[in-house]
């Protein structure tokens, strides 16, 4: 079983940054492919980005492309989201997530084995 607990989010103006984390437990944290979605009111969860086990291979949805960053620090059993140039668009509650099979399908949310509670994140303009 693994947990995962996000912080960092919080209120922003446009134009901010964020860096959101999330820890997690037990010892085969690093052989999972980590991802990060978010979830507006009245709308469906959506892919943000996720990183595979060793790093080297990131994935953004095109909305945050060029102002998010994903990375992992094994060491320390954490994922991180670094959100630069935040819009109000980006207000959502944010949640990482956690696929012990490493499935080509990352950006469907239903592959993920394992969730944080969610942090809220708000831009105002």
């Known amino acids: 079983q693994v947990q995962l607990v996000e912080s960092g989010g919080g209120l922003v103006q446009a134009g901010g940054s964020l860096r959101l984390s999330c820890a997690a437990s037990?010892?085969?944290?690093?052989?999972?492919?980590m991802g990060w979605f978010r979830q507006a009111p009245g709308k469906e969860r959506e892919f943000v980005a996720a990183i595979r086990w060793g790093g080297g291979s990131t994935y953004y949805a095109d909305s945050v492309k060029g102002r998010f960053t994903i990375s992992r620090d094994n060491a320390k059993n954490t994922v991180y989201l670094q959100m630069n140039s935040l819009k109000p668009e980006d207000t959502a509650v944010y949640y990482c997530?956690?696929?012990?099979?490493?499935?080509?399908?990352?950006?469907?949310?239903?592959?993920?084995?394992?969730w944080g509670q969610g942090t809220q994140v708000t831009v105002s303009s």
């Open positions: 997530a956690a696929d012990k099979y490493a499935s080509n399908w990352l950006r469907n949310p239903d592959i993920y084995d394992y």
């Open positions: 037990g010892r085969t944290f690093s052989s999972y492919t």
